[in-house]
């Protein structure tokens, strides 16, 4: 009997992890676009996993029958690892770990000896200072400081009970998830001869301005250059979607394919609005943008401008 997706991860939350851009408020535009292109019951790829929160909606919500998670920092592979395939010792680390600076303290010494560690104890490592830092960044300041003084405690994101649920209802779908921890190129390379036709790849490459302060692997010019060389050019049975901050230097990467500009409401350092595009293979039919996602908590809607091809 089939799982019913939708009630096995609810309606609303349906990753464990925070993650900077917020990029999982774009669930339900890339929804339409599976819907428009008929995609569904189809893959959908993810080279840069990272929260997986698109992953896991259009999954939960049977729109697709298989994703395919890789991410090759190895904090967050060994998380999606952990969830995956040590879910019961996962979630008492969850449960148990007491929420505190000498906690916390232990947490990051894991991840500055991560070669020292299992996947296990990396993966716990990452989700606990992904919901105790700020912006849920793994280079990040601890909530409320090392004093603990502030409105906000280390603990304001760490629902122990909740997060729980999520971990051990993304498990219960682990037939129908692909984890893997390549290089993303190296992925798109091996994956894109071998997987259906009826498969939606999303891309979303660290920020290019912004990406060394956010990420533990960051890009350089030539590593956004070579993505955008193999996915216009080699990436041709499948449809794709790549996103980024909007930078002049990513335009002139995908110049002349399909794009819209738009702006997400996001909280990494600062609660902001930030400039984002989005890129499309030619061979799939977009949809308007607006109704993605908030940009901001009166209108909930996404601002869009549409360039031509």
């Known amino acids: 009997m089939p799982i019913a997706k939708s009630e096995v991860l609810g309606r609303r939350h349906y990753t464990p992890l925070r993650y900077p851009g917020g990029k999982g408020k774009l669930a339900p535009y890339l929804r339409q676009?599976?819907?428009?292109?008929?995609?569904?019951?189809?893959?959908?790829?993810?080279?840069?996993?990272?929260?997986?929160?698109?992953a896991l909606e259009l999954l939960a919500q049977g729109h697709v029958a298989r994703v395919h998670i890789n991410d090759i920092s190895r904090p967050v592979h060994s998380f999606w690892l952990?969830?995956?395939?040590?879910?019961?010792?996962?979630?008492?680390?969850?449960?148990?770990?007491?929420?505190?600076?000498?906690?916390?303290d232990g947490q990051k010494?894991?991840?500055?000896?991560?070669?020292?560690?299992?996947?296990?104890?990396?993966?716990?490592?990452?989700?606990?200072?992904?919901?105790?830092?700020?912006?849920?960044?793994?280079n990040g300041g601890i909530i409320g400081g090392r004093e603990q003084k502030g409105?906000?405690?280390?603990?304001?994101?760490?629902?122990?009970?909740?997060?729980?649920?999520?971990?051990?209802?993304?498990?219960?779908?682990?037939?129908?998830?692909v984890l893997t921890g390549l290089d993303a190129l190296a992925f798109l390379q091996e994956g894109a001869s071998r997987w259906p036709e009826r498969t939606l790849i999303y891309l979303d490459?660290?920020?290019?301005?912004?990406?060394?302060?956010?990420?533990?692997?960051?890009?350089?010019?030539?590593?956004?250059?070579?993505?955008?060389?193999?996915?216009?050019?080699?990436?041709?049975?499948?449809?794709?979607i790549v996103s980024y901050d909007d930078a002049p230097e990513i335009r002139d990467l995908y110049s002349g394919c399909q794009q819209a500009a738009y702006s997400i409401a996001y909280s990494a350092r600062s609660a902001?609005?930030?400039?984002?595009?989005?890129?499309?293979?030619?061979?799939?039919?977009?949809?308007?943008?607006?109704?993605?996602?908030?940009?901001?908590?009166?209108?909930?809607?996404?601002?869009?401008?549409?360039?031509?091809?």
């Open 109 to 138: 010494k894991v991840m500055l000896r991560q070669a020292e560690h299992d996947p296990l104890t990396v993966g716990f490592a990452t989700f606990f200072l992904n919901r105790t830092n700020r912006s849920g960044i793994l």
């Open 151 to 177: 409105a906000w405690k280390m603990d304001a994101r760490y629902n122990a009970s909740e997060l729980v649920r999520r971990i051990k209802a993304v498990a219960a779908l682990k037939t129908n998830i």
């Open 205 to 240: 490459p660290p920020y290019y301005v912004k990406g060394r302060d956010l990420y533990y692997q960051y890009y350089r010019h030539d590593d956004h250059q070579r993505i955008a060389g193999f996915v216009r050019s080699e990436v041709t049975r499948q449809r794709w």
């Open 82 to 104: 952990s969830v995956l395939e040590h879910t019961e010792e996962l979630c008492r680390l969850v449960r148990d770990t007491p929420r505190t600076v000498e906690a916390w």
């Open 272 to 309: 902001r609005q930030g400039a984002e595009i989005m890129f499309f293979s030619d061979n799939l039919d977009i949809v308007p943008l607006i109704g993605a996602g908030p940009t901001d908590r009166q209108s909930r809607r996404v601002g869009v401008s549409r360039a031509p091809k």
């Open 33 to 54: 676009l599976v819907i428009a292109n008929e995609l569904d019951g189809g893959d959908y790829v993810e080279p840069y996993a990272g929260g997986a929160a698109i």
